[in-house]
C-alpha cells in the first residue's frame, strides 16, 4: 500500500508541479519525504519546533502566498527544512507589513554621512528598529557580499567572531550561526545566534531577512549565552535615476538576554547599526565589484 501512494506521488506531471504554489509543492515533497521515510528501515527526520518569538512575527495569515512563496521545483526536504523556509517567509511577511506603516518613528540617530535611525513599538514583537542609508555601491554587490559572502563578515566586521552556514535549503534560504566578538568596553557582552536566514528578489529589490531559530546542528553552548533575534530585514532598492548606488534599509528587533536594561538595550542596537554600516562602507571601499 505504501510503496503504491509513493508511485501515485512521483507519478504527478511536472506541469502539473510547475502550475502549484510554492507551498503546496512544498507540502508535497513533505508527504513524499515522509512516505519514503517509512519504506526505509531505521529512517526518521528531524522535528524542528517554532518558538515563541517567531510567533511574534506571524501575525498574517500563515499560508504563504504565491507571490512570496519559494519555488521548490521538485526537489526533496525533509519536515525540519520546510519549517526553515516557512520561518523565513513567515519573517518575510512580517517585515513587509511594518516597511508599509509610515506613522509611528521616532528618530533614534542621525549619522554626519546621511546614516538615519528610527524606533517605534508593535504589538507582540517590541521595539523595532528603522536604519536608512545610501551606499555608492549596486544592488548586486551588496547582495553578493550580505547573503553569498556571509561566513567573510567578520574579515571586514569586528563586532562579528565567527559566521557558519550550517545548512543551505535551496538557494534562497540559509541555517546560520553566529559568535559576536569579546570586546573592551562591550556593555552587553558575547553573544551567539542561530538564525534562519531567506532572501527574496522581486524586480530590482532584495530582501535579506533573517530570524531566530532552533537547530539540533547547534545546541546551547555551555558558557555561552544565545541571544535571539526576533526580526532582520535588509531592503537592497536602487537609487532612483543611479543604479550605481544603492537604498539600504534595514528592520531590527532583538532579545540579548541576560539581566540587561532596556535603557541600555535600546542604546546598544541602534549604534550597533550605525557601527554596522560603517564597517560595511569601508570594506566596499576597497572591494571590487564581483
Known sequence: MLSATFKLCCGISHEHLRKMTGLKRMALSAIGHDIRGLMSKGSHCLSSTVPDYIQRIMWEDPAVDQEHGSDVNSSWFSNMELSYVN?????????????????????????????????????????????????????????????????????????????????????????????????????????????????????????????????????????????ESGLSCIVLQPLEGDQCQTRFTWLLSMDLKGWIPKSIINRVIPQSQVDFIRHLRRHLSTTAHP
Open 87 to 227: 520561518q523565513g517567509e513567515a519573517t518575510l511577511r512580517g517585515a513587509l507589513g511594518i516597511l508599509q506603516r509610515q506613522d509611528g518613528w521616532q528618530t533614534e540617530t542621525y549619522q554626519g554621512k546621511g546614516e538615519l535611525v528610527l524606533s517605534t513599538v508593535l504589538p507582540r514583537l517590541g521595539k523595532v528598529f528603522r536604519m536608512e542609508a545610501v551606499l555608492g555601491v549596486p544592488v548586486d554587490q551588496l547582495y553578493y557580499e550580505l547573503f553569498e559572502k556571509l561566513e567573510q563578515m567578520p574579515e571586514w566586521n569586528p563586532t562579528l567572531s565567527r559566521v557558519k552556514i550550517l545548512q543551505r535549503i535551496g538557494k534562497d534560504t540559509l541555517l546560520t550561526h553566529e559568535i559576536t566578538a569579546q570586546r573592551p568596553g562591550n556593555l552587553i557582552g558575547q553573544r551567539d545566534f542561530v538564525s534562519v536566514r531567506h532572501c527574496w528578489k522581486k524586480e530590482t529589490t532584495v530582501y535579506l531577512v533573517g530570524t531566530a531559530t532552533h537547530s539540533e546542528f547547534m545546541p546551547v553552548q555551555k558558557g555561552q549565552v544565545r541571544a
